[in-house]
């Protein structure tokens, strides 16, 4: 039984000590701001994150993690850029909708709610984009966020 806590010990910190960085990516970064921005409804609101790319890239991007956070990366090119947008939601219209009742029976069909560890330990001002190069995924992080104002949407 030590043999096996033992091996599970090494391995856990094996896996945090797996995640490397990329010094040199294959693209270059003009620019990353992001946005907190508020719904016209009560309870919408959320961030949005904007990378800017020096020249168009065909790089397969994936996630992109902020603020204990992760998201998918959607790409916009321009004629002469490519802008990599992240989009987080933290609006509680979005939350499952719970079963309320005085017979509390009712309510053991509501799902618990998931607990998830961040994979990273990130400032508030920082994000790691991942992207794929062949069959290797890889991990770039972005310091010095800049954060611009609030958008209010109607």
Same mark, same amino acid.
């Given at each position: 039984?030590?043999?096996?806590?033992?091996?599970?010990?090494?391995?856990?910190?094996?896996?945090?000590?797996?995640?490397?960085?990329?010094?040199?990516?294959?693209?270059?970064?003009?620019?990353?701001?992001?946005?907190?921005?508020?719904?016209?409804? +009560?309870?919408?609101?959320?961030?949005?994150? +904007?990378?800017?790319?020096? +020249?168009?890239?065909?790089?397969?991007?994936?996630?992109?993690?902020?603020?204990?956070?992760?998201?998918?990366?959607?790409?916009?090119?321009?004629?002469?850029?490519?802008?990599?947008?992240?989009?987080?939601?933290?609006?509680?219209?979005?939350?499952?909708?719970?079963?309320?009742?005085?017979?509390? #029976?009712?309510?053991?069909?509501?799902?618990?709610?998931?607990?998830?560890?961040?994979?990273?330990?990130?400032?508030?001002?920082?994000?790691?984009?991942?992207?794929?190069?062949? #069959?290797?995924?890889?991990?770039?992080?972005?310091?010095?966020?800049?954060?611009? #104002?609030?958008?209010?949407?109607?």
């Amino acid at each position: 039984m030590k043999t096996f806590y033992l091996l599970f010990f090494v391995f856990g910190f094996c896996q945090c000590g797996s995640t490397q960085f990329e010094k040199n990516p294959p693209f270059k970064i003009i620019s990353a701001t992001y946005t907190p921005w508020i719904g016209g409804i +009560e309870g919408v609101s959320g961030k949005s994150v +904007e990378i800017t790319l020096f +020249e168009k890239t065909t790089i397969a991007f994936d996630s992109l993690f902020f603020q204990n956070k992760k998201t998918k990366i959607s790409i916009k090119n321009s004629q002469e850029r490519s802008f990599l947008v992240g989009n987080f939601s933290n609006s509680s219209r979005l939350k499952n909708d719970l079963t309320l009742h005085l017979n509390a #029976s009712l309510e053991l069909k509501n799902k618990l709610p998931k607990k998830t560890k961040f994979r990273f330990s990130l400032k508030e001002n920082e994000a790691i984009i991942s992207y794929k190069v062949g #069959s290797l995924k890889k991990y770039y992080k972005i310091e010095n966020i800049q954060k611009k #104002s609030t958008a209010f949407f109607q």
